[in-house]
């Protein structure tokens, strides 16, 4: 099977971090599937972190963005030339786009002049950034309607879509393959690091200040507990602040930067449990990356992690209460020894492994191209 995969974003030099769960997409259609990635967008965003695993093809106009009303004539000019450029790939078989607010309409053009089916998968989160804008709205619908198959990471998402007058041909929630090979099963006890972990990017909504705070409500409750924060975001200054007026040096670890998945892991191997108390998320791959070490997590009760959480892998909690996150941290440590890692491993790789994941995957393809 050939397949065409369109990335949103995709992990390159100069942007790292950038849709980094698309390396896993690509090690899942690695396992049945010959795989091009078409790298394009009006703007360059870098070089591809490219792998063995696919094909890499790279197409883009211009090295920045064109001012104000000119950058509507920018994207008409690329995605012109883009499709263009498209069509000497070798035909695929199936068309993946992930995301179809910027190339979609290149997407379902390539579809079309194939004659092949289009599967779009959405990441977008919140949804509102695009169900509050008419124009981008109306281009989405256009796309998402005339796809084979959407494929909405969460139930939430789908819902999120549905309540905006969208009607797609077919639904099917797969959500995010999570690579468990890389994160890897703990060896050390959960209790033996008395550390809890915040770890993600340092924005209002992610909830690193409220985690912050809340620790600082009952550090006084959780004897030899530290906290460890790290990320990098627009909370970074009021953390930092935060630490030093409430002379927290001893008891939070501030890790400020840019952590590539690897040291992820060590992160999560150094943790007794992960706090996450985000207030949207359109999936959320951090808490089942860190599931995936065996390690529990106290999660908000929001959105899309409500998919793949179960009273075995930790706690949701209300990502705006800082009472009830502190609640939260104390139950998770007074519970610290009935939660067991393997356990929660495998709830990871049985829903959201990579292998079963492609598996998933190829069926919904088959089903598309017979």
Not at 170 to 191: D, K, W
Request: with cysteine; glycine share 8%.
């Amino acid at each position: 099977m050939r397949v065409l995969l369109i990335p949103e974003m995709y992990p390159s030099e100069d942007h790292p971090n950038a849709g980094v769960f698309m390396q896993d997409q690509v090690r899942a259609l690695s396992s049945f599937a010959e795989t091009t990635v078409f790298n394009t967008g009006p703007y360059d965003r870098g070089a591809y972190r490219e792998t063995d695993m696919a094909r890499f093809v790279d197409f883009h106009l211009f090295d920045r963005k064109w001012p104000g009303p000119l950058n509507a004539a920018a994207y008409a000019l690329w995605e012109r030339q883009a499709f263009r450029a498209a069509k000497r790939i070798p035909k695929p078989d199936i068309i993946h786009l992930h995301g179809a607010a910027l190339r979609g309409g290149l997407a379902a053009k390539l579809a079309k002049h194939w004659e092949v089916p289009l599967v779009v998968t959405e990441h977008t989160g919140p949804w509102s950034t695009i169900s509050d804008r008419p124009y981008i709205l109306r281009r989405v619908k256009k796309v998402m309607e005339a796809a084979d198959c959407l494929m909405p990471v969460s139930r939430h998402l789908a819902d999120e879509i549905a309540a905006s007058g969208i009607q797609p041909k077919r639904i099917e929630v797969l959500g995010n393959p999570v690579n468990t090979e890389l994160f890897s099963l703990r060896s050390a006890p959960l209790s033996t690091c008395k550390n809890i972990l915040c770890l993600g990017r340092l924005d209002d909504f992610k909830g690193a200040l409220r985690t912050l705070r809340a620790f600082a409500k009952t550090a006084d409750q959780l004897p030899g507990y530290t906290l460890t924060i790290a990320g990098e975001g627009e909370e970074a200054a009021d953390i930092r602040s935060f630490i030093e007026t409430h002379s927290l040096e001893g008891r939070v670890e501030f890790h400020e930067g840019f952590f590539f998945r690897e040291q992820m892991l060590e992160y999560f191997h150094a943790a007794s449990f992960l706090v996450f108390p985000s207030l949207h998320e359109s999936f959320g791959l951090v808490p089942l990356e860190a599931m995936s070490t065996g390690l529990p997590v106290l999660l908000t009760d929001r959105t899309g992690p409500r998919d793949y959480f179960d009273p075995k892998v930790g706690m949701q909690v209300d990502p705006e209460s800082e009472e009830a996150i502190a609640e939260g941290m104390r139950t998770m440590a007074g519970r610290i020894n009935k939660f067991e890692p393997e356990v929660i491993r495998e709830h990871v790789t049985e829903g959201w492994g990579v292998e079963g994941y492609a598996e998933r995957l190829q069926e919904a393809y088959k089903k598309l191209i017979n």
